[in-house]
């Protein structure tokens, strides 16, 4: 089976690593092996979920379905230790002040890292990574287009040898849509689509990459309009609810029309009252 690898990016605070986490729930309840990966120091699913911990090896937290926590630093690591086949020299070749030294200042090299563990699958290059699926709740916006131009950048600057050589696959794999699909997760409101929009955009116009626009919380009712104006009406706390709800309702399909104006592929998740993070998870998952 060809390995799916699904990206999840969005504004700070718009609900991307629960979209993340039902994208990988769904996959995994089909049947497929999957694996959710968290990038960067600290893990939000550990404390969501309740788990023990959350490392680099991936830990399986429900049937099919595992979660491990990545960083650029040990990607390197572990993709050295792969090519030097001797653990004590890779450790060496990480200690050593002046490999230290170029490893942090290097620009994109932590991102190129990331990305080559990601792709490693579709590539066949690298340590095994035996899943049907990646689901990688991504950086958020604007560190996310830094995360994609990497590979094309090191490509630029490094044009001949395995650097290059790998730089260029992993930056072919990315815009493989066949292979890598993107999800773009925003609320109904005037800043997340602004930004999701423009990142929809540039995608396209940067990658040749048509990501899916996800609308999270969406607030859906069955009450008609004539039953909240009628409501409106009354001098009372539920006629004040009823015109706010109308407000919300009146100001989410604006915004899912403005969206709808650059978007190719979209999906509106409903608003869940539900305070049990797998059950949200579940009922995110079933809507997506």
């Known amino acids: 089976m060809k390995q799916e690898i699904h990206f999840v990016t969005g504004k700070g605070g718009v609900g991307k690593s629960v979209i993340a986490a ?3 729930l ?6 497929k092996k999957v694996l959710l990966v968290e990038l960067g120091d600290q893990s ?22 595992s979660i491990a926590l990545w960083t650029g630093e040990a990607c390197l690591q572990e993709y ?4 030097i086949k001797v653990d004590s020299l890779a450790k060496l070749f ?14 994109g090299l932590p991102e190129l890292a990331i990305l080559g563990k990601v792709t490693s699958g579709p590539r066949q290059h690298g340590p095994a990574l035996p899943f049907d699926v990646l689901v990688v709740d991504a950086f958020a916006t604007g560190h996310f287009i830094a995360l994609l131009e990497a590979p094309k950048g090191m490509a630029q600057a490094v044009q001949f040898g395995p650097m290059g ?8 794999c990315l815009r493989n849509q066949d292979l890598s699909k993107y999800h773009i997760v925003t609320l109904p409101e005037e800043l997340p689509v602004k930004e999701a929009t423009e990142l929809l955009q540039r995608l396209k116009a940067e990658f ?8 999270n919380k969406m607030v859906q009712t069955s009450i008609s ?14 006629g004040k609810f009823a015109e706010y709800l109308e407000h919300q309702i009146t100001h989410q399909k604006e915004m899912w029309d403005k969206a709808q104006e650059k978007a190719t592929s979209m999906k509106a998740i409903p608003l869940f009252f539900e305070t049990d993070a797998w059950t949200l998870t579940e009922k995110v998952g079933d809507s997506l």
């Open 80 to 83: 050295a230790r792969h090519l």
């Open 94 to 107: 990480f200690e050593n002040a002046v490999m230290r030294a170029f490893i942090n200042v290097a620009p």
């Open 26 to 31: 769904k996959k995994s309840r089909e049947g």
């Open 208 to 215: 040749s990459i048509e990501a899916n626009l996800v609308v």
């Open 44 to 65: 939000f699913y550990k404390d969501f979920f309740d788990l023990p911990d959350i490392g680099f090896k991936p830990t399986e937290i429900r049937k099919n379905l």
């Open 225 to 238: 309009e004539a039953e909240l104006k009628s409501t409106q009406n009354e001098n009372s706390d539920l």
């Open 165 to 172: 050589e790998q730089s260029r696959s992993i930056d072919a």
């Open 22 to 24: 039902a994208l990988a």
